[in-house]
């Protein structure tokens, strides 16, 4: 299936929410309507996305974006959605709770999907159960195609590139280490953070899954890697302290995942690890009890009643203000398998708020790439680097105001 045999290269689903007007707004801006890219505003409720395209007209010269509607809980509403476009691009969340009827649809119908799902307990089970009809049909599905995980994905994909041209050599184990950053929430965000703990608190066999660092690798896998950092800890390669980043439980898992997809060019023994850096010991133990507290908070009913009142609802998110204000940086350090002094380290940048404004392009650009691109995997489930590779870094670099490179080891 091409673009050519859709109606739509790409359809925007949940156009209509935080995320999703963000997207289409980047969509807009950069690519404009009915022009090289075909693409469509979706969602349930026409009059929010006629609102919608209205508000894009300013950008796309008074021409209007397509709209299509449909229904999470209407399937034949999905095929026929499905079935117009060459990718659907989803941000309607939580997916563990609207998000597999979609793909099952796209699996089954040869349509290319990708979204902004840091859920692991709902990927680990979609994965397995429409991996057979998507790789049948030829649709590609790529989760996890926002601030988590394509920087962390990405970052240790191309780390890795650079390593072997250089050295000659994998990194055995790459540090991924999160460095200046500002950014907020999104309600969505934690909507989808709290259907995990519920999740999580309802079933030990997900409690297990969270807690296994190979859980969307296939059945049976194993690997060096133990449990996610939960406390704060000195790193002598970066000779500083650092404390426990709360997107580790998604970003570890994709990398390995991506190792597993590329055939595991890194060695059985490769190692990942993820951790944010702080300025000092006891920065490291504050953000530790801070974090845990929190999430304590958010998994018992009184703790999350309590901290509600101070978290933004779904549909609400930081304004423009704070988008452009944001930025991040993460680092990423290959540790050479037999000489420290020929270890590497690159460094992964955004100018915007991680989570939304970025994210908003990180997810347009992985639409546009796996409608436009000549990408060469076949059908079934994938991450970003191991289906979009060069591609999307060419992309990251040149539209979507992401930096890629070498840094010296201080």
């Known amino acids: 299936m091409t673009s050519a045999d859709r109606e739509f290269d790409i359809i925007l689903w949940g156009a209509t929410g935080f995320t999703g007007q963000l997207v289409a707004e980047y969509l807009a801006t950069s690519y404009g309507a009915n022009g090289t890219l075909r693409w469509a505003l979706a969602g349930r409720n026409e009059a929010k996305l006629q609102a919608v395209q209205q508000s894009l007209m300013a950008h796309t010269g008074g021409m209007a974006v397509p709209l299509v509607v449909a229904d999470s809980d209407d399937e034949q509403s999905l ?3 499905v079935a117009r476009a060459a990718v659907v691009c989803s941000t ?3 997916y563990a709770r609207y998000g597999t009827p979609l793909v099952a649809c796209c699996a089954e119908s040869g349509t290319h999907y990708c979204d902004l799902s840091g859920e692991v307990q709902w990927m680990a089970r979609v994965i397995p159960a429409y991996q057979a009809a998507a790789a049948a049909s030829g649709a590609r599905l790529v989760h996890s195609c926002g601030f988590d995980s394509i920087p962390s994905d990405m970052g240790t994909w191309f780390l890795q590139r650079q390593m072997v041209s250089r050295q000659g050599v994998a990194a055995r184990h790459v540090k991924s280490r999160v460095g200046r950053n500002r950014g907020t929430a999104s309600g969505g965000t934690i909507a989808s953070m709290l259907e995990v703990l519920d999740e999580a608190r309802r079933d030990k066999q997900i409690r297990r899954l969270l807690a296994d660092p190979y859980s969307l690798c296939p059945e049976g896998t194993t690997g060096p890697d133990g449990r996610d950092q939960a406390g704060a800890r000195y790193d002598a390669d970066f000779q500083r302290w650092t404390c426990p980043f709360i997107m580790a439980a998604i970003n570890g898992r994709v990398v390995r995942r991506s190792h597993h997809l590329l055939g595991m060019p890194w060695g059985e023994d490769f190692r990942f690890d993820e951790a944010q850096l702080c300025t000092s010991r006891a920065q490291a133990l504050r953000n530790t009890l801070g974090m845990g507290g929190a999430m304590l908070g958010l998994s018992t009913g009184p703790g999350r009643k309590l901290l509600q009142r101070f978290l933004p609802a779904p549909g609400e998110g930081p304004d423009r203000e704070q988008r452009e204000a944001g930025h991040y940086e993460l680092f990423f350090h290959g540790v050479h398998p037999d000489d420290s002094a020929r270890d590497m380290r690159v460094r992964v940048a955004g100018q915007l708020d991680p989570g939304y404004g970025s994210t908003a392009r990180m997810l347009a650009e992985s639409a546009v790439s796996l409608a436009q691109d000549p990408l ?12 979009l590779g060069e591609h999307l870094l060419e992309r990251l ?5 992401l930096t890629f490179e070498e840094v010296a080891i201080v």
């Open 376 to 387: 060469t995997c076949g059908g079934g489930f994938w991450t970003p680097s191991s289906a």
């Open 92 to 94: 309607v969340g939580p």
């Open 397 to 401: 670099t040149s539209r979507a105001g």
């Open 79 to 81: 095929r026929d959605m």
